[in-house]
């Protein structure tokens, strides 16, 4: 037995332009991931969420992924882990933070979710940058994030991972309103229903 997940074929024909690409600032980096999120639902292929990996030092892109939990039946398939997972099969790694390895950043269009914000420590990832971690992914979308520990930037940090807030915030919850316009499937666990 065995599962993959993959990326939709508009997003592995996005990525053969742009592998390897530098992006200099973080807003540069953000960029396309907020475009990977906003394509990814109007291509009826994941959720509104994207994560880009790149070379924290350089901004060399290494791959940018998307959520892929409907598609692929999967509610592990979010942005974050499909990212990471494609990132460490990439570089035959289990840890990104591994000896000889550039540092590695992950650029997410909002703050990880609580299966999310798990997966960043064991990662190996040395870097964080979000473009916003409020409430308004929840309360314009309905997604259920989950419990987020209190002082979450301060765990990460105390880990060896910088966290950046606030990149390209409002073109970040530009495509939160759009996807909440579209009446799209919000697939939190069990639909909402208490029993």
């Known amino acids: 037995m065995q599962f993959s997940v993959s990326l939709p074929e508009w997003a592995e024909k996005e990525l053969e332009t742009m592998h390897g690409q530098i992006y200099e600032t973080l807003e540069d980096r953000m960029k396309p991931v907020i475009r990977f999120s906003r394509l990814n639902f109007e291509h009826d292929t994941g959720g509104p969420f994207a994560a880009g990996i ?51 950043q992950m650029v997410v269009n909002w703050r990880p979710c609580a299966m999310c914000y798990g997966a960043v420590p064991w990662s190996g990832i040395r870097s964080l940058v979000i473009a916003g971690s409020g409430n308004e ?56 229903d208490e029993d």
């Open 137 to 192: 992914l929840e309360e314009l979308t309905g997604f259920d994030e989950g419990p987020i520990h209190p002082d979450w930037k301060t765990e990460l940090e105390k880990r060896g991972i910088d966290v950046t807030e606030n990149i390209l915030n409002e073109e970040a919850i530009q495509v939160f309103r759009d996807f909440a316009a579209s009446d799209r499937l919000v697939y939190n666990g069990r639909l909402g």
């Open 54 to 104: 790149y070379e924290r030092d350089t901004g060399k892109l290494l791959v940018i992924g998307v959520n892929r939990v409907v598609p692929m039946n999967m509610s592990s398939a979010h942005a974050e882990v499909v990212t990471i997972s494609l990132a460490q099969n990439m570089l035959k790694t289990f840890d990104l933070g591994g000896k000889g390895l550039p540092a590695y």
